[in-house]
């Protein structure tokens, strides 16, 4: 059912709902449009209305061929929305569910479009604050670039500032998405454009390997794994793309590198990667949710794997519209002495594909089976060792008896 928006915009048709509002397929004066339309409640605080209006000059003036520009901004009764360039085509997160992982090829030319993004937004002193393959787009209508990817732009900025009020959460909350949240944010230091790099890298990681590098679990162990492990290694990939990586999720902010020189690299290294497949690694494991989570991922039938990223809501109260898409959260930031306690070094290290999952029935099996097989080699050997030795033994007395005879007989007169 259409509805208008504001004086000048229909919303025709929902495109997708998310924790924040709706997403509408809409008509304005110049054609087709995209209407994020902001949650009623959302609307009703003045507050963040204020903050809304204020956000209008750099929101509309950030124009970038990847960025999905922002129309206009509409306050309208409860009416608060965005009204953005339609862009034709399906967001990563679609393209991730579906094929798991791209190939190396693919998915840096994919990050480099967004990260150039990101340099232009950066220069105009706007920080994204909530990059996610959800927010990335590809317009499947553009020309294929390396690796048969679409152009790729980023959306929704604004929106986690906007919600992110001082009324809604103080400084002891955090407004995110657990698993590309930077270090700085779980430890309460206010976002700067650093926080975009890191967000990216993890991106990158999640589009080589098919997980991220610091998720799974519970949010608040996701949060801990950002300040306190080292991200793993990737087999696979060359290590000038390897060390990229390391650096922009580096835990100190001025490691990282720049939007621009990030960008500007990953296009260097296009070549290195241009026909390789897609990785063939396996998630790590990670920390149940709960106690029961090993005995569910055990009765699940063989080859599901058991989602352990819950959906939680961006705002406090709010009930996901979508599981699939809600991915942020706002919860209380860590203590030090929670972040302290809970380091693991390097251990959530990628297995190789199709290595069994630690504390699984199939890995206990497995094990079963291998101390068994190493019993029965012992066994084996020692039966050989007893077997060698009486040979050797009865040899000796064999070769001896006759020269012994010989020695021991009386001599004859």
Not at 243 to 264: D, F, T, Y
Request: aromatic share 2%; hydrophobic share 40%; net charge negative.
């Amino acid at each position: 059912m259409a509805r208008k928006i504001g004086s000048r915009y229909t919303a025709n048709q929902i495109l997708g709902r998310g924790s924040a509002g709706t997403v509408w397929l809409g008509e304005g004066p110049e054609g087709p449009v995209a209407v994020k339309l902001l949650r009623e409640d959302l609307a009703s605080d003045q507050e963040l209305v204020g903050r809304f209006v204020q956000e209008r000059t750099a929101l509309l003036g950030l124009e970038h061929p990847n960025v999905v520009s922002v129309r206009d901004l509409v306050v309208d009764g409860n009416d608060l929305a965005l009204v953005m360039d339609l862009v034709r085509g399906t967001d990563l997160r679609t393209r991730l569910d579906r094929d798991r992982r791209l190939s190396p090829e693919a998915a840096v030319a994919i990050v480099a479009d967004i990260a150039d993004g990101l340099a232009a937004a950066h220069a105009a002193g706007v920080v994204h604050r909530d990059v996610k393959p959800e927010n990335v787009l590809l317009d499947m209508q553009g020309p294929l670039g390396p690796g048969g990817s679409h152009p790729a732009l980023l959306t929704d900025f604004g929106v986690a500032k906007l919600i992110d009020s001082p009324r809604r959460t103080r400084a002891t909350k955090i407004i995110g998405t657990p698993d590309y949240l930077a270090p700085e944010i779980v430890e309460g230091l206010p976002p700067r454009a650093a926080v975009d790099i890191y967000a990216l890298a993890t991106v990158l990681y999640e589009l080589l390997a098919g997980f991220t590098p610091f998720g799974g679990g519970h949010p608040g162990a996701v949060l801990r794994r950002h300040v306190t492990e080292s991200v793993a290694p990737l087999p696979g990939i060359p290590d000038e793309l390897w060390q990229l990586i390391v650096q922009c999720l580096a835990k100190a902010p001025a490691s990282r590198l720049r939007a621009s020189e990030l960008g500007a690299r990953l296009r260097e290294l296009l070549p290195l990667v241009a026909g390789m497949p897609p990785l063939d690694v396996d998630e790590p494991d990670a920390e149940p949710a709960e106690e029961e989570a090993p005995a569910a991922e055990e009765a699940a039938p063989a080859g599901e794997r058991v989602r352990r990223r819950g959906a939680v809501p961006l705002v406090p109260g709010a009930k996901p519209a979508d599981s699939n898409r809600d991915t942020h959260t706002s919860m209380r930031v860590p203590g030090p002495d929670e972040l302290a306690g809970g380091a693991r070094g390097t251990a959530r290290v990628p297995r190789a594909a199709g290595a069994p999952r630690p504390g699984s029935a199939r890995h206990r099996a497995v094990a079963r089976r291998r101390r068994v097989a190493l019993g029965a080699a012992a066994v084996a050997l020692v039966a050989a060792a007893g077997v060698g030795t009486w040979l050797a033994t009865s040899g000796d007395d064999a070769d001896a008896t006759p020269q012994d005879t010989n020695n021991s007989a009386p001599a004859t007169p």
